[in-house]
């Protein structure tokens, strides 16, 4: 495997991030989905989900040396998909409970969409501008940074690849299927959650 710090998955929710984590995990790398907080993600060799995306300039300069894996996915599936997930997420009354979990969390939400409850007219233009800053921020980091579809089919090889290893003789995960939020998981081998 190549030299690096950290791998952080910064890809939106709902690109496959949590299939980006288990592909980790089953690569050797333990890797937190969802990090609640910087102890987390100092924690783990990898972290992933919104919680990373919004803060990926910030880890770069925190942990350099590290990997970035950017999850895309098409517009109309996306939007979808995400309006589904925040529409689940407004049902938790939890959500909204002032602790330092949350906060880590829903300052999540407002870099990335703008509001701690984002209106669905907001999601897309959020999408590129995420994806520009991505673009702009790795424009001469060559090497540094991994464009990926899960959700379309690419996996082992071009991740692999990106990581100088082996393609392992299993399939890809393809997690999150019609789920709509996974708290805080730590995806291990075998698929076994923990906190």
Known sequence: MRPFNKIFGIGLSKTGTHSLTTALDQLGVPTVHWPTSMQQICAFRGATDTTVSC???????????????????????????????????????????TTSDNVFALEAD???????????????????????????????????????????????????TFLDVPVPNVPFPHLGKRRHFA????????????R
């Open 55 to 97: 803060r990926f300039k910030e880890l770069d300069q925190i942990f350099s040396g590290s990997l970035f894996i950017y999850t895309e996915r098409d517009q109309y599936n996306w939007l979808r998909s995400v309006a589904q997930h925040f529409r689940c997420l407004s049902k938790q009354k939890s959500r909204f409970r």
């Open 110 to 160: 407002i870099r990335i969409y703008g509001g701690i409850v984002p209106k669905a007219d907001w999601f897309w233009e959020s999408y590129l501008k995420h994806q520009g800053a991505v673009e702009q921020y790795f424009a001469n980091k060559v090497g540094q940074l991994l464009r990926i579809r899960i959700t379309e089919g690419e996996g082992w090889e071009k991740l692999c």
């Open 183 to 194: 708290s805080n998981s730590r995806v291990q081998v075998g698929g076994a959650r923990g």
